[in-house]
């Protein structure tokens, strides 16, 4: 049997306190361990907001949620700070770096964050991740003179940093070019692959979602399909049924950054 | 720690602009407390040593003698025992002198016989004040050696020294004779063998020193003595002495310099609260300075505190980012102040200078106000931070995160 990373029971999240908004409606979700999985769905369907309870940022208003054997729910705010350092990486649309500081700096942060120091103790790992994002030669870079694919991919090395079992993608590929889109989604893959790590990601990008090996589709607060889908699967076989929002919504946000 | 150390230094790099101003800001404001406060510190010190440094501090007379003080122009305070009955006066002096030297914190010690008298001179007749003295002991409190203009120091026999206005007025010079009248009216010739300037008028009118001998053959004091005058280390413990004195021996009083310039005391007092409220202000002011500058540094890195949030930095741990950020602000901002304070009263004091080139204001740098400055700054510095800290601790990492 294969092992659940993530058991999500009767997840219901509310927004407002006098005005109240509903946006999950008592989801129930098991995500297996080093699975690649993509949330679809239109905007205000709850995708991010799903992403966000899971990834331990935003708080459900009730529900059970289990994330490796651990139940969340009771977690103090210290504890899930721990917990979402030890546990979960992530990578944002806007690759969120701090410009402050150097791509190697930014990389080690998760772990000076948890063991309190600020030394260059753990430079090697920070080296080899950069060089598996292919970012050899930019180590001591000040993250804004790197462009925006770049800065992606430290970004992804640094939500690798402290070997996090999952993580956790809000449209990594969302402002970035078709062909740097590709590479960012080949690198995803490999780290898949060899470290076992469980992806879960938001995207809009119907490429990324087809080649996963689960979709997730969301409609207001709902999942509305849950599609276990193989690599072998050709694109096309995909298009067939693929929503035509993933279409829409792509070039929309594409507008809407510029 | 070191993590939050780090960005919290990397934060305040980062604003390069925003950080200079407002370290700036902080030195101006430590500079003007350190500058005034030595100046404050040095003009007080100067005051206390013009009122008491060249008089005695504690004077000590017979029980029932009543002691004047007197106004003199310079604005110096000097004290002045006049004698209505020349009877009285301290017995047994050599005992109390003794009693007086066993206390360490005593410095100088010069038994004294006052009296008053007239000095003749072809028509002119001036009132003077006779002051026998061993004259190697009153020149510990008075100076006397290093304030003679003409002659020299030596009172044996019927050696006097006069002040230079006496000597001026009675036309004077060193080896002439002078005819005394004491009040008794005991009539003598003494010889001037010294003219001295105590740097007071007054004095340098109706001041001759003589010997204690001849002075009290003069006065006819038989065995006694007017008064012992003490200087101590510590002008402020002289009253606590004074009455320490007083205590243990009979028959005499001690009487302390603060007794009869209250004036002078509640002045220094009132200088001194001024000082501390110039520095309450200044201080005010550099906490608001910091307070606003990290307020904004909040708002401007709500990003990278929501990023921090989201890899796991606890509430905590952004908040003490700030706090840091506020107290290395305080910490070198007042460093530096304190150095450009003590640069600027020492170019205060080069650039003030009277005719002869001393310079006018006195400056006194004290460590322990710099340690105390720099300690406050930096208290004053994590004070300010602790309500942008606090915003911090509650910024959510989702705002940020959503909003991009």
Sequence with gaps: MVEKIIKINNLVKVYGVEVKNEVLHGLDLEINKGEFMSIIGPSGSGKSTLLNILGTLDNAT??????????????????????????????????????EFSSAENVMMPYWINNGIADDSLKERAYELLKLVELEGFEEKIITKLSGGQKQRVAIARALMNKPAILMADEPTGNLDSETTERVYELLRNINAELNTTFIIVTHDRHIAARSDRVIEM???????????????????????APSYCFLCEDEDKKEIK | MWFEIKVAWRFLKSGKTQSFLILLGIIIGVSVQTFLGSLIGGLQQDLLDQTVGTSPHITIMSEDQTPRPLQIKNEKMVRLITFSDKDEGINRWQEIENNVRGIKEITAISPTINGSGFALRGQKNLAIVI????????????????????????????????????????????????KINSAAGISDRFIVNGIFNLGSADLNKSWIFMSLNRASTFLDLKDKVSNIELQVNDVFQAEELASLISKENTNIKAESWQENNQQLLTALQSQSSSSIVIQVFVIIAVTLGIASVLAVSVVQKSRQIGILKAMGATNRSVALVFLLQGAFLGIIGSIIGSFSGIGLSQLFVSLVRDEAGNPLFPVQVDPLFIIISITVATIAGMFA???????????????????G
């Design chain 1, 62 to 99: 009730s529900g059970q949620i289990i994330i490796n054997d651990e139940d969340i729910s009771y977690f103090n705010e210290k504890k899930l700070a721990l917990f979402r350092n030890k546990n979960i990486g992530f990578v944002f649309q806007f690759h969120h770096l701090l410009p």
């Design chain 1, 219 to 241: 409609i207001d607060g709902y999942i509305e399909r849950d599609i276990y889908t193989h690599q072998e699967r050709e694109e096309k076989e995909w298009q067939e049924f």
């Design chain 2, 131 to 178: 002051r026998g003295v061993n004259i190697e002991q009153a020149d510990q409190i008075y100076y006397i050696n290093n304030r003679i203009l003409e002659g020299n120091y030596d009172i044996g026999g019927n050696k006097i020294l006069i002040g230079s206005k006496l000597a001026e007025e009675l036309e004077l010079k060193v080896g002439d004779s002078l």
């Design chain 2, 385 to 403: 931070a602790l309500i942008p800290a606090r915003n911090s601790a509650h910024l959510s990492p989702m705002e940020v995160i959503s909003n």
